[in-house]
């Protein structure tokens, strides 16, 4: 008599079954698109970082090449250049080269038995600029005529434009194999999606003929597979982000690698995975519910 009337005997179970052996396969599937679709944002937010590094080091940056005037020593020279140079508003710092650092840099070029004592090397001054305030080459150059310096300026403008193109090509193409990864993963889930709404074609025709409405079918799978896209946005998400951070911690401040250098707030990419993957298997499933109970009518 207890059981008779126990109320969660009584109680009314699911409409739909809450487990089924073909849930496993897709959310494997989602799962592994999210992962490279993550690991794929990572990739291009390091590029679009090292594109950035690669500018900013070139804009900060200049060298001048120093000739000594009569009676006067290229190193003493050099130093009366870095001395000028240090006074010009954009400039952080002007260092002077020494002999041997000069020779150093020569010699890749003209072999080390070309340089002899006697070998009239120029002096170089390096210069750090100001990122966001750098004086131009026609500036330096009238400080060091004004002290009486005869030198030549290299603010590496010829190189810049180079750079910057290189810089842009690398961004683009970062962005664009994001966004075939990220197309491609959508349409496999939407595809998946359907594919396993198919597959549970016989359960919606018993909710169809029992008088369920269409917008409450759609609603229930759509709800379903939701979640199922929302586990395997997490899984694919969290393992990225996991392997991205094992790069981040053993690879140091490189990250990836020298090239692509990898930040932690980058793994930060990762999060929208879980939403992104819930809200597309759940209006696929949606459309392909209504479009199933559709043909029914």
Known sequence: ?????????????????????????????????????CLT?????????????????????????????????????????AETLAGVRGVVEAQALTREKAEALLEPWIGK???VEDLPTPRLVTLDLDPKAPPTAQILDKALRSAGVD?????????????????????????????????AAAAVIAFATRAGLAARRDVIEVLHFSGAERGFIAGLFQGRFAMMGALAGLLGGASAAGIGALLRYFGGGAGLAPVLPLAWMDLLAAAPAPIAAALIA?????????RIVGEMA
């Open 151 to 183: 030198a030549t300026v290299d603010d590496h403008s010829r190189w810049i434009a180079d750079i910057e193109r290189a810089a842009n090509m690398a961004r683009l193409a970062a962005l664009g194999v994001f966004t075939l990864i990220a197309a």
């Open 113 to 115: 038995d070309a340089l």
């Open 282 to 290: 759940g209006i696929s499933a949606r459309l392909a519910a209504s």
């Open 41 to 81: 944002a990572f990739a291009a937010l390091a590029a679009n970082r090292a594109a950035h590094g690669w500018t900013s080091q070139l804009t900060g940056s200049a060298t001048v090449v120093v000739r000594a005037r009569a009676g006067e020593t290229p190193d003493s020279a050099a130093a009366r250049a």
């Open 1 to 37: 008599m207890t059981a008779l009337f126990d109320v969660s005997r009584w109680r009314p179970g699911p409409l739909l079954p809450p487990r089924d052996a073909r849930d496993g396969a897709l959310v494997f599937v989602v799962a592994v698109l999210c992962f490279l679709a």
